[in-house]
């Protein structure tokens, strides 16, 4: 199943915001972004197998085969401008993908936005497996998560075996130093974020 999920038609679009979400989450988390974008920037995210709508599908083990996938899913939105936008684990997914396509097709972005992620060499990769609870007070300490969706046990088992698979899978990608990207690239940070490594965010 394709990863590219397209919440604008393309009928007016003459530009692309492509996203790429955290750790856990879904690419349905963007959707309601289309209502605040002018028309002619087309609104798409990705879902990751085992995501949201593709729920039901073998999380990604591999990092660079998911990468390729990723990449690859991208073809239909190539001969537009595409801003790409990944937050947290999706700012890393957005780098990979974004060298992915340099690699095969010369291609690059008209924009790369990253918010809420240290550097990919310094990116933090959690000591897996961790245990439910470690999880949870990981995924509570990210103040994301109402109160009720914690007490729906149902719910909380299914984002936590999606959180790890995630944890797991960036533990296991392969960092490799590369030729600067040649795009404008957008950082955004919260100074109050204790998930990101913010001086090394600044000068790495």
């Known amino acids: 199943m394709t990863s590219l999920r397209l919440w604008s038609t393309d009928d007016e679009a003459r530009m692309w915001l492509v996203c790429l979400p955290s750790g856990g989450g879904s690419a349905h988390g963007f959707r309601s972004w289309s209502g605040g974008l002018p028309a002619t920037l087309g609104m798409a995210a990705l879902e990751l197998p085992g995501h949201g709508s593709r729920a039901m599908e073998r999380p990604a083990r591999n990092a660079g085969e998911l990468v390729a996938a990723l990449a690859a899913d991208l073809a239909p939105l190539l001969s537009w401008p595409v801003i790409f936008f990944g937050h947290s684990m999706g700012a890393i997914l957005a780098l990979d993908v974004t060298r992915a396509l340099r690699a095969s097709h010369g291609w690059r972005p008209s924009a790369l936005v990253v918010a809420a992620s240290s550097p990919p060499d310094k990116f933090p990769a959690a000591a897996v497996p961790l245990s439910d609870n470690e999880l949870a007070v ?45 795009c404008p690239i957008h950082v955004y940070l919260g100074s109050d974020d204790a998930t990101v490594n913010v001086e090394a965010a600044v000068t790495g």
């Open 138 to 182: 990981m995924l509570r300490g990210w103040n994301g998560t109402s109160d009720e969706l914690f007490a729906d046990s149902a719910y909380l088992a299914e984002i936590l075996a999606t959180l790890r698979a995630d944890l797991e899978l960036m533990t296991a990608r392969v960092h490799r130093d590369e030729a600067p990207l040649d």
